[in-house]
């Protein structure tokens, strides 16, 4: 391959990569705009515009890329000359790691049946650590000096949200009191105590995030300050020092927040230290950068195989009738396969399960759906899959497997945070833990009701619970959006033909929902179903289901809480 031919194409991928940047960019800075506007719907559409910028601009420069390399576009040894080129090109920018997983997505598109293989892309190069310095353009810095009351002063001076607050007095107040009582009351101000915020605030759905630490007793105590716009002024909504709290607003159930990160490295390192219990690949995907999250999800697959030995397995629970789904027992994952055939009575296409899985990674999570990362080609070693596990992929995902010598091959799946089955939870749970679960598996459907999103199917078995208990609706197959369905009461059979007729009476179309069914099959345990339909009745109730679709019909953008309601300054403020 001629080198003129290599640099020409690399300084290419490099453009297309600042071109995407350049977009990624202008996206993210609409989001203070409209949190200042109030516009929540066109908060909503630039977040889905900004996901979707990824691919939009992929598929067209790879098309460009193949015009150039012309026959040379699918032999391998010509992307080594390229990788290298522009390895030279990427070198010291800010984001280089985001460049180079930019150049592995151009790769796997035009060598699209190649597995990964790093002598033309980039496996395990980027930063091997992340530091933040205490003299970044990235933090504000607050003397202990100063005091608490002119820290917090300063802090929501610093912080220009577009409009006048609610009550700032108020505001002031609310975080003075709330930092003696949680912070002073235990702690003693040092000389070297020192407060630091990350200029860069986050937005996501209504609300506008301050991240924070303190160091004090010799160690950085993070902090959140979630900010809220309601039609009479902005507000400071309440303040978190608690890291459970802190890992569910960056949870994987979580849409990305919109955040200037000039240099993605330093912010995710301030996020590390505040919330430590954060893979990196997480943080990356909490701030938008979900490609390279996947690299990065990609990298520590390959360490925790090296350092290992336990073999991959079917995944404990009911076998789907749409999905084989496997584990490994010492790695916090599951692998998803879409089935060669559904067992009836699914009877939808593979594309239509790809269509469901996309519609999520475009929509708002709530916290109560999982993010998923979608994988090609991807080469698991053969003598790490157990002897059952390989059975059963013969058996239900056959055209999606190929095996080598020494590689299981799987052509496409899904990668998902593992959870506890919500099923297999309630089976030997305490009756009070189960009653706790069941009333959050009512919320989270209803939440996600909200979001106008039907799960489809309810099941049990199709909900899991995070580390934290917290109910999580994972399995997508019969997603559907809340506004299409029709939610009926179920008529009621009068003559002697009808009470006794085999089969329903009435017609039902394919959208039609009759939620009074929901009682018989939602909680099997009986200790426990009947303190969930009490606590949750609303859900049985075909009108409440139609008063959120007029909701959703007026326009009504519902925010969802990452943190509990009752920890709220002003839980009666309306935003």
């Not at 977040?47 to 390399?69: G, S």
Request: aromatic share 14%; charged share 25%; with cysteine.
């Amino acid at each position: 391959m001629p080198q003129t031919l290599a640099i020409s194409l690399a300084e290419k991928i490099l453009q297309g990569f600042k071109t995407y940047m350049g977009f990624f960019d202008s996206y993210t800075k609409l989001a203070p705009v409209y949190f200042k506007e109030r516009n929540w719907t066109a908060t909503q559409l630039n977040h889905r515009q900004r996901l979707r910028l990824y691919k939009d601009l992929l598929f067209p420069l790879a098309d460009e890329c193949r015009v150039i390399l012309k026959n040379h576009a699918t032999e391998p040894s010509s992307w080594v000359y390229v990788k290298n080129h522009y390895s030279k090109l990427i070198s010291g920018m800010y984001n280089v790691e985001l460049a180079e997983t930019f150049f592995n997505s151009i790769v796997r598109k035009i060598l699209p049946k190649t597995i990964v293989n790093e002598e033309f892309m980039f496996i395990l190069e980027g930063f091997d650590e992340i530091e933040i310095t205490e003299n970044s353009e990235l933090i504000r810095t607050y003397p202990a000096s100063w005091g608490v009351e002119k820290i917090i002063r300063q802090i929501l001076s610093d912080y220009d949200l577009g409009a006048k607050y609610l009550d700032l007095e108020q505001d002031v107040n609310f975080l003075v009191e709330s930092v003696k009582e949680v912070i002073l009351s235990r702690y003693k101000i040092a000389p070297d105590t020192t407060t630091q915020l990350l200029i860069p605030v986050f937005y996501r759905n209504k609300a506008a995030y301050l991240i924070g630490r303190t160091y004090l007793g010799h160690k950085w105590m993070p902090f959140i300050i979630p900010i809220m716009h309601s039609q009479n002024g902005i507000f400071v909504d309440t303040l978190i020092f608690d890291p459970n709290i802190m890992g569910n607003i960056f949870s994987f159930t979580r849409s990305y927040f919109m955040v200037e990160a000039k240099i993605p490295s330093q912010v995710v390192a301030f996020l590390s230290s505040v919330i430590p219990h954060k893979k990196i690949h997480e943080l990356y995907n909490a701030i938008g950068f979900n490609k390279h999250g996947k690299t990065l999800l990609y990298r520590d697959l390959i360490l925790h195989l090296n350092s290992h030995k336990d073999q991959f397995v079917i995944a404990p629970g009911i076998k789907g009738m749409v999905m084989t789904v496997f584990t490994l027992p010492s790695l916090n994952l599951v692998f998803k396969m879409i089935k060669d055939h559904f067992e009836p009575p699914k009877s939808m296409t593979r594309q239509e399960v790809r269509d469901k899985y996309k519609l999520v990674s475009l929509h708002d999570r709530v916290g109560r759906m999982a993010d998923t990362h979608e994988f090609e080609y991807l080469a698991l070693p053969l003598d790490r899959i157990s002897p059952e596990l390989l059975q059963e992929l013969k058996n239900t995902v056959n055209s999606l497997i190929q095996i080598t010598e020494n590689q299981l091959i799987i052509k496409h799946l899904y990668t998902e945070r593992k959870m506890v089955p919500l099923n297999l939870f309630l089976e030997y749970c305490s009756q009070e833990e189960g009653i706790q679960a069941a009333y959050d598996y009512g919320r989270a459907i209803l939440q996600l009701a909200q979001a106008n999103i039907f799960p489809g199917d309810m099941m049990t078995k199709n909900f899991g619970l995070t580390r934290q208990k917290r109910i999580i609706f994972y399995d997508y197959d019969e997603i559907e959006f809340l506004n299409e369905m029709n939610f009926r009461h179920k008529p009621v059979a009068e003559t002697y033909e009808q009470i006794y007729a085999p089969e329903p009476w009435y017609s039902i179309a394919k959208n039609d929902v009759f939620p009074i069914d929901f009682k018989r099959w939602m909680i099997g345990r009986s200790d426990i179903k009947e303190e969930f339909i009490n606590y949750h009745a609303e859900l049985f109730n075909p009108d409440y289901w139609k008063e959120i679709q007029e909701k959703i019909a007026n326009g009504e953008f519902i925010h969802a809480f990452p943190y509990p309601e009752e920890i709220r300054f002003r839980p009666e403020q309306k935003i």
